[in-house]
Protein backbone atom coordinates (compact mmCIF):
# COMPACT_ATOMS: atom_id res chain seq x y z
CA UNK A 1 0.00 0.00 0.00
CA UNK A 2 1.39 3.43 -1.07
CA UNK A 3 -1.29 5.54 0.53
CA UNK A 4 -2.55 6.36 -3.13
CA UNK A 5 -6.35 4.87 -4.10
CA UNK A 6 -7.67 4.35 -7.10
CA UNK A 7 -11.36 3.44 -8.54
CA UNK A 8 -12.32 1.84 -10.19
CA UNK A 9 -9.63 -0.87 -10.69
CA UNK A 10 -11.05 -1.83 -14.06
CA UNK A 11 -13.24 0.22 -16.57
CA UNK A 12 -15.22 -1.04 -19.94
CA UNK A 13 -16.42 2.12 -21.50
CA UNK A 14 -18.08 2.86 -24.99
CA UNK A 15 -16.91 5.32 -27.17
CA UNK A 16 -20.17 7.90 -26.48
CA UNK A 17 -20.12 6.97 -22.87
CA UNK A 18 -18.36 9.32 -20.16
CA UNK A 19 -17.27 8.00 -17.23
CA UNK A 20 -14.61 9.49 -14.29
CA UNK A 21 -11.85 8.13 -12.60
CA UNK A 22 -11.14 8.99 -9.17
CA UNK A 23 -7.43 9.14 -6.78
CA UNK A 24 -7.01 9.46 -3.26
CA UNK A 25 -3.56 10.04 -1.91
CA UNK A 26 -3.66 10.07 2.48
CA UNK A 27 -0.18 11.07 2.56
CA UNK A 28 -0.50 14.88 3.38
CA UNK A 29 0.96 15.34 -0.35
CA UNK A 30 0.44 18.89 -1.77
CA UNK A 31 1.67 17.87 -6.03
CA UNK A 32 -1.33 15.25 -7.92
CA UNK A 33 -0.24 13.64 -11.21
CA UNK A 34 -2.28 11.68 -14.30
CA UNK A 35 -0.11 9.12 -16.20
CA UNK A 36 -0.77 6.75 -19.16
CA UNK A 37 0.71 3.86 -19.62
CA UNK A 38 -0.12 2.11 -23.55
CA UNK A 39 0.98 -1.36 -24.10
CA UNK A 40 4.77 -1.55 -24.24
CA UNK A 41 5.15 2.31 -24.39
CA UNK A 42 6.98 4.58 -21.52
CA UNK A 43 4.47 5.98 -19.24
CA UNK A 44 3.51 9.07 -20.41
CA UNK A 45 2.79 12.84 -18.07
CA UNK A 46 -0.30 14.02 -18.45
CA UNK A 47 -1.45 16.05 -16.10
CA UNK A 48 -0.05 17.98 -13.03
CA UNK A 49 -1.69 19.80 -10.32
CA UNK A 50 0.19 22.04 -7.53
CA UNK A 51 -1.70 22.88 -5.08
CA UNK A 52 -4.99 22.16 -6.62
CA UNK A 53 -3.73 24.59 -9.75
CA UNK A 54 -3.04 22.89 -12.72
CA UNK A 55 0.45 23.23 -13.81
CA UNK A 56 1.02 21.23 -16.77
CA UNK A 57 -0.95 19.68 -19.21
CA UNK A 58 0.79 17.68 -21.64
CA UNK A 59 -0.40 17.98 -24.98
CA UNK A 60 -3.92 15.83 -23.83
CA UNK A 61 -6.82 15.79 -25.77
CA UNK A 62 -9.99 17.99 -24.12
CA UNK A 63 -11.98 14.61 -24.34
CA UNK A 64 -9.78 13.92 -21.03
CA UNK A 65 -10.25 16.60 -18.48
CA UNK A 66 -8.77 16.64 -15.01
CA UNK A 67 -10.29 18.03 -11.84
CA UNK A 68 -8.51 18.37 -8.69
CA UNK A 69 -11.53 19.62 -5.89
CA UNK A 70 -8.33 19.46 -3.46
CA UNK A 71 -5.13 18.24 -2.80
CA UNK A 72 -6.48 15.21 -1.55
CA UNK A 73 -8.45 14.21 -4.29
CA UNK A 74 -8.05 13.90 -8.06
CA UNK A 75 -10.50 13.11 -11.02
CA UNK A 76 -10.23 12.26 -14.66
CA UNK A 77 -13.36 12.83 -16.68
CA UNK A 78 -13.35 10.84 -19.98
CA UNK A 79 -15.89 11.39 -22.63
CA UNK A 80 -16.55 10.19 -26.37
CA UNK A 81 -13.02 7.89 -25.91
CA UNK A 82 -11.25 6.17 -29.14
CA UNK A 83 -10.44 2.71 -29.01
CA UNK A 84 -6.57 3.55 -29.01
CA UNK A 85 -7.19 5.42 -25.68
CA UNK A 86 -7.27 1.92 -23.61
CA UNK A 87 -4.41 2.35 -21.31
CA UNK A 88 -3.56 2.09 -17.90
CA UNK A 89 -4.35 5.25 -16.36
CA UNK A 90 -2.07 5.89 -13.11
CA UNK A 91 -2.71 8.38 -10.41
CA UNK A 92 1.00 9.92 -8.17
CA UNK A 93 1.13 12.24 -5.38
CA UNK A 94 4.44 13.69 -4.01
CA UNK A 95 5.09 15.58 -0.56
CA UNK A 96 6.21 19.27 -0.94
CA UNK A 97 9.63 20.13 1.01
CA UNK A 98 12.72 18.53 1.52
CA UNK A 99 15.86 18.67 -0.99
CA UNK A 100 14.87 15.73 -3.48
CA UNK A 101 11.45 14.59 -1.51
CA UNK A 102 9.42 16.45 -3.07
CA UNK A 103 9.58 14.58 -6.70
CA UNK A 104 9.33 11.24 -4.75
CA UNK A 105 6.08 10.50 -6.25
CA UNK A 106 4.35 7.84 -5.06
CA UNK A 107 1.71 5.83 -7.53
CA UNK A 108 -1.54 4.55 -7.20
CA UNK A 109 -2.50 1.14 -8.54
CA UNK A 110 -3.89 2.14 -11.71
CA UNK A 111 -7.04 2.07 -13.44
CA UNK A 112 -7.23 -0.25 -16.82
CA UNK A 113 -9.04 1.03 -19.15
CA UNK A 114 -10.93 -0.47 -22.39
CA UNK A 115 -12.85 1.35 -24.75
CA UNK A 116 -14.48 -0.87 -27.23
CA UNK B 1 17.25 16.57 -17.75
CA UNK B 2 19.87 14.15 -18.48
CA UNK B 3 18.94 11.42 -20.65
CA UNK B 4 19.90 7.92 -19.31
CA UNK B 5 20.90 4.05 -21.00
CA UNK B 6 19.93 1.07 -18.98
CA UNK B 7 20.27 -2.21 -20.60
CA UNK B 8 16.98 -3.25 -21.39
CA UNK B 9 17.28 -6.69 -19.76
CA UNK B 10 19.34 -8.58 -16.92
CA UNK B 11 18.38 -11.91 -15.40
CA UNK B 12 19.46 -13.08 -11.90
CA UNK B 13 19.12 -16.14 -9.77
CA UNK B 14 17.21 -15.88 -6.72
CA UNK B 15 18.79 -15.22 -3.30
CA UNK B 16 21.85 -13.36 -5.60
CA UNK B 17 22.48 -9.78 -5.51
CA UNK B 18 21.12 -7.68 -8.78
CA UNK B 19 23.27 -5.42 -9.76
CA UNK B 20 21.12 -2.80 -12.34
CA UNK B 21 23.38 -0.25 -14.03
CA UNK B 22 22.66 2.96 -15.38
CA UNK B 23 24.35 5.58 -17.16
CA UNK B 24 23.81 9.01 -17.14
CA UNK B 25 27.20 10.74 -18.67
CA UNK B 26 25.19 14.17 -19.12
CA UNK B 27 24.23 14.73 -15.73
CA UNK B 28 24.61 17.97 -14.13
CA UNK B 29 25.47 18.93 -10.92
CA UNK B 30 22.11 19.87 -9.62
CA UNK B 31 20.55 16.89 -10.66
CA UNK B 32 19.64 13.68 -8.61
CA UNK B 33 19.42 10.08 -9.42
CA UNK B 34 16.15 8.08 -8.86
CA UNK B 35 15.42 4.64 -9.23
CA UNK B 36 11.55 3.49 -9.60
CA UNK B 37 9.99 -0.21 -10.75
CA UNK B 38 6.79 -1.75 -11.60
CA UNK B 39 6.17 -5.07 -11.60
CA UNK B 40 3.37 -6.13 -14.34
CA UNK B 41 0.08 -4.92 -14.27
CA UNK B 42 1.04 -2.38 -11.35
CA UNK B 43 1.91 1.02 -10.39
CA UNK B 44 5.23 2.44 -10.31
CA UNK B 45 7.18 1.52 -6.66
CA UNK B 46 9.85 4.32 -5.62
CA UNK B 47 13.21 3.09 -4.52
CA UNK B 48 15.64 5.26 -3.57
CA UNK B 49 17.54 8.21 -4.88
CA UNK B 50 20.54 10.12 -4.44
CA UNK B 51 22.84 13.00 -5.55
CA UNK B 52 26.56 12.35 -4.79
CA UNK B 53 26.77 9.80 -2.14
CA UNK B 54 25.70 6.14 -1.89
CA UNK B 55 22.65 5.48 -0.54
CA UNK B 56 21.11 2.65 1.23
CA UNK B 57 17.33 1.70 2.38
CA UNK B 58 15.81 -1.07 3.11
CA UNK B 59 14.62 -1.66 -0.33
CA UNK B 60 17.87 -1.20 -1.82
CA UNK B 61 21.64 0.41 -2.78
CA UNK B 62 22.43 3.10 -4.79
CA UNK B 63 26.24 3.83 -5.91
CA UNK B 64 26.83 6.44 -7.82
CA UNK B 65 30.58 6.79 -9.31
CA UNK B 66 32.66 9.82 -8.04
CA UNK B 67 32.18 11.23 -11.84
CA UNK B 68 28.59 10.80 -11.27
CA UNK B 69 28.69 9.91 -14.77
CA UNK B 70 27.15 6.38 -13.81
CA UNK B 71 25.28 4.74 -10.71
CA UNK B 72 24.00 0.96 -9.79
CA UNK B 73 21.37 -0.59 -7.81
CA UNK B 74 22.02 -3.23 -6.20
CA UNK B 75 19.77 -5.41 -4.89
CA UNK B 76 21.20 -7.30 -2.31
CA UNK B 77 19.10 -10.99 -1.88
CA UNK B 78 16.62 -10.98 -5.29
CA UNK B 79 13.79 -12.64 -4.90
CA UNK B 80 10.81 -14.39 -7.34
CA UNK B 81 9.10 -10.44 -6.37
CA UNK B 82 11.81 -8.26 -7.54
CA UNK B 83 11.19 -9.29 -10.77
CA UNK B 84 9.88 -5.82 -12.57
CA UNK B 85 11.05 -3.42 -14.92
CA UNK B 86 13.37 -0.98 -13.39
CA UNK B 87 13.65 3.02 -14.09
CA UNK B 88 16.48 4.99 -13.58
CA UNK B 89 15.36 8.75 -13.77
CA UNK B 90 18.13 11.63 -13.74
CA UNK B 91 16.55 15.01 -13.21
CA UNK B 92 16.23 18.20 -11.24
CA UNK B 93 14.80 18.32 -7.48
CA UNK B 94 12.33 21.27 -6.61
CA UNK B 95 11.16 23.98 -8.47
CA UNK B 96 8.06 24.36 -10.04
CA UNK B 97 8.63 21.70 -12.87
CA UNK B 98 7.48 17.98 -11.51
CA UNK B 99 7.92 16.63 -14.41
CA UNK B 100 9.06 12.66 -14.14
CA UNK B 101 10.26 11.46 -17.30
CA UNK B 102 10.22 7.52 -17.29
CA UNK B 103 12.77 5.57 -20.34
CA UNK B 104 11.82 2.06 -20.92
CA UNK B 105 13.88 1.03 -18.17
CA UNK B 106 15.55 -2.60 -17.52
CA UNK B 107 13.49 -5.95 -17.29
CA UNK B 108 15.15 -7.57 -14.18
CA UNK B 109 13.79 -11.46 -13.76
CA UNK B 110 14.70 -13.46 -11.34
CA UNK B 111 14.78 -16.92 -11.56
CA UNK B 112 14.50 -19.70 -9.04
Known amino acids: ETGVTQTPRHLVMGMTNKKSLKCEQHLGHNAMYWYKQSAKKPLELMFVYNFKEQTENNSVPSRFSPECPNSSHLFLHLHTLQPEDSALYLCASSPKSGRGVRDTQYFGPGTRLTVL | DAKTTQPTSMDCAEGRAANLPCNHSTISGNEYVYWYRQIHSQGPQYIIHGLKNNETNEMASLIITEDRKSSTLILPHATLRDTAVYYC?????????????FGKGTLLTVNP
Open chain 2, 89 to 101: IVRVSGGSNYKLT
